[in-house]
């Protein structure tokens, strides 16, 4: 699976290369460099949020490798719940039936909550966009949202690996595990903050989307 991933992933970047004018002899170089690397870095920073957090638990759900995990399980063990495929399968039909993508559904079904609401809010403000803006201004928006998006993104993996840094360092250094913030320990206060900067985001993706857009004008 790795192994064509990649491959598809290479013939992308050759494709991609002689539109540029690159030779594949250097791309191939730049690939081997790019493979150790992002191999060497992305080992390093599973092994970290597995050993701070712990990958599949309550902190760090991890929904989809859980799920490929209860199924390759399930495959080689020869004990694969087929009530539940069984029961996913007529649910998938029922959904197409009714002229809802399944792979979608699907998705909200087995994310949590706290990932599932911000795609569901992500839709309902492209839903609004749609039925408001046409032409070049909504394909000004689209841009501008997935851009702002995957922004989040990847602004949000950054800082859950800074997070486990920091809590990682809290077991080695004494001085970090002195820090202390008492007002997060109050139940409400964590809820509210979360609560304030979700709305935050939304709207401020909300502005990005539309504000910019105004400079585009209808084809």
Not at 63 to 92: H, Y
Not at 110 to 130: A, H, K, Q, T, W
């Amino acid at each position: 699976c790795v192994g064509i991933s990649s491959a598809g992933d290479i013939s992308q970047d050759l494709k991609t290369g002689f539109l540029v004018g690159a030779t594949p002899y250097r791309q191939q170089y730049g690939q081997f460099i790019g493979v150790i690397t992002s191999a060497t870095i992305t080992g390093a920073v599973v092994l970290l949020l597995h050993r701070t957090f712990v990958i599949g638990s309550e902190t760090l759900p991890a929904p989809q490798a859980t799920l490929m995990k209860l199924v390759v399980e399930g495959v080689m063990d020869k004990n694969l719940p087929w009530a539940f495929v069984l029961t996913g399968m007529v649910i998938a039909a029922t959904v197409e039936l009714f002229g809802v993508t399944s792979l979608p559904f699907a998705v909200g079904l087995y994310l949590p909550f706290s990932l599932s609401v911000p795609i569901m809010v992500g839709g309902l403000m492209r839903g609004i966009l749609e039925k408001v803006q046409t032409g070049a201004r909504l394909k000004s928006s689209r841009e501008n949202g997935v851009l702002f998006g995957s922004g989040l993104v990847a602004g949000d993996a950054t800082l859950g690996v800074l997070i486990a840094l920091f809590v990682y360092g809290q077991e080695k250094m004494e001085w970090l595990s002195n820090i202390s913030t008492p007002f997060v320990k109050n139940p409400p206060v964590p809820a509210l903050l979360s609560l304030i900067a979700f709305g935050l985001i939304v709207l401020s993706l909300w502005k990005v989307v539309t504000v910019r857009g105004k400079d585009y004008r209808d084809e």
